[in-house]
């Protein structure tokens, strides 16, 4: 009885579902063979973390159940993220610290991406694309990748968050 205070809560089943939908978006195939997205472990680690920041930003509010809610995904996501890097080979001593820089740039990630959707500045959300999915250079599709981005936005602020909170997130169409 006593141990069981000292085990972490088994995740529940919406909070599987939500991370997955995440992860099954960020793999779209568009985003790597057309939109120049890196298919590297980073450019894989940067499109799951735009859609988890995505539906935090859906999910940000004063409620303790729907920040209790996002606070399981996010941890989902970096379970998974420490799972990865160790099948990878990472070593044990090396884990904690690459986790500690993917929370760090996953926090500035949301962050950015928040305050540019806040404003409504496209230029900067474009900006944004090109920085982060591009290494700051041009590509042909930076405009419709930010598009996209605006789009899962007025999409995901159109699903109740009890909906999300139950395990059913429905993100943009890429095309």
């Not at 779209?28 to 995505?54: K, N, P």
């Not at 409620?63 to 990865?84: G, I, K, L, P, T």
């Not at 920085?131 to 007025?154: S, V």
């Amino acid at each position: 009885m006593i141990l069981s205070l000292f085990r972490k809560p088994k995740l529940s089943e919406p909070v599987y579902a939500v991370y997955n939908a995440i992860v099954a978006q960020s793999r779209r195939e568009i985003f790597y063979a057309q939109w120049g997205v890196a298919d590297t472990l980073t450019g894989r680690f940067d499109m799951i973390s735009l859609h988890a920041a995505l539906v935090f930003r859906r999910l940000r509010s004063s409620e303790r159940q729907s920040r209790d809610f996002s606070q399981n995904v996010f941890d989902c996501f970096f379970h998974d993220m420490d799972r990865s890097l160790r099948e990878m080979g990472v070593g044990d001593l090396s884990v904690g610290k690459r986790i500690e820089k993917m929370g760090s740039l996953f926090y500035g990630m949301l962050s950015n991406l928040s305050s540019i959707l806040d404003s409504g500045d496209r230029a900067r959300l474009i900006d944004f694309v090109s920085r982060n999915f591009h290494d700051g250079a041009t590509h042909p599709q930076t405009e419709r990748f930010a598009d996209y981005i605006l789009e899962c936005d007025q999409t995901l602020k159109s699903q109740p968050v009890g909906q999300i909170m139950a395990g059913s997130v429905t993100f943009g169409d890429p095309k």
